[in-house]
């Protein structure tokens, strides 16, 4: 499981604070010096990690939690929220377009699963909300993702959107958008290319496609197990194309973590979705609370 190393650190730190009547300064001082570390030792951004740190000392200090009944428990619900608006507070939803066809820009380097989390993310929206997508293959240069969107497209009984390789992507775009619209579909997912590394001809091409269909989601796909690459990929990305949301990948690998709870703290980009396995119904609405929870057990 995703956080393993971190959850069991924390948890242990926290054990040792659960029983206490009384909490003092040194004892939460203690106590984040180790929460520190354990964040540190999973990647997360050392930025992120100090903030945070700063938050809860404060916070566990104050008042509220030196005259509660259970100080110990108090410091414990302190991290718990503190952590769980680090990863974005509320659940953050995708747009959608005030008149249908909704259009979702998929952006990512290559082989972070960009082109799983499309299928993943029509099959989620036909499940889940009942919705009609169309799967847009615009990665036009890595040689099998056409192929590999097609394949998806079968295996989900849903429309693909393909005019080969030697249209550009920014047409390929146009044109996907105008077939939802006369055929009534409720989403247009563009699964554009991707390379190796960020990149100025990748970035342009992504710039054109979203001046072009004017998208209501630019959703980054980044692989979690990369840790404080992904964060920077984002900002990155972020940058040149002020994203609306993140898709972590892989939540399901032996992922330090790090890059779940920085993500959203160093780029102000909510993570929306979490890609938990291979299989097309492995991607899960990303919960900020229930992801805190998980972590601190
Ligand atoms: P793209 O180059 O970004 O389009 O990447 P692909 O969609 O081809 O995915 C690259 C690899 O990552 C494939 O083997 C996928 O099966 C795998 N993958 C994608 N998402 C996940 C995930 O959430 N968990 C795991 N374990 N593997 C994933």
Redesign the pocket.
Known sequence: MAFEGLAERLQSSIKKMKGKGKVNEQDVKEMMREVRLALLEADVNFKVVKKFVANVKERAVGQDVMDSLTPGQQVIKVVNEELTSLMGGEQSKLNTASKPPTVVMMV?L????????TGKLANHLRKQHNRKPLLVAADIY?PA?IQ?LETLGKQLDMPVFSLGDQVSPVEIAKKAVEKAKEEHLDYVLIDTA?RLHVDEDLMNELTQIKNEVKPDEILL?VDAMTGQDAVNVAENFNEQLDLTGVVL?????DTRGGAAISVKAVTDTPIKFA????KID?LEPFHPERMASRILG
């Open positions: 990512g290559q082989g972070a699963g960009k082109t799983t989390t890595r993702a590999q991707g796909v990948t892989k939540l399901d690998g890609g938990m396995g291979e492995q």
